[in-house]
């Protein structure tokens, strides 16, 4: 289980799965890392136009709801990082 993330910068925000399985986190760097909660290794990294300050999966796993530099928010397809919206 995750207990320590070390990798990257200082993470501003955190998020689970609906299923726990997975942490998602976003930080000051601009990129989005999703996490196996049971085995602390990074699935995957996505990047954001800015820094991270808020980050949430759906309930179904497939959006990522983000807000970042100046408040822009965005819905990110969580498997390509691909902008589904953004305001």
């Known amino acids: 289980r995750v207990t320590e993330i070390t990798e990257g910068p200082p993470a ?3 998020g689970w799965s609906a299923d726990g399985q997975r942490v998602v986190c976003g930080g000051s760097d601009g990129r989005i890392r999703i996490w196996d909660a ?3 290794q ?3 990294t996505l990047e954001a136009p ?3 300050s ?3 999966l759906a309930p ?3 959006t990522l709801a983000v807000v970042s530099g100046g ?3 965005l819905l990110l397809d969580s498997a390509t990082g691909a902008v589904q ?3």
């Open 12 to 14: 501003g925000m955190f």
């Open 71 to 73: 408040s822009a928010a």
């Open 60 to 62: 179904d796993d497939k």
């Open 42 to 44: 990074v699935l995957q």
């Open 54 to 56: 808020l980050v949430a």
């Open 85 to 87: 919206r953004g305001h």
């Open 50 to 52: 800015a820094d991270i």
């Open 38 to 40: 049971a085995s602390g």
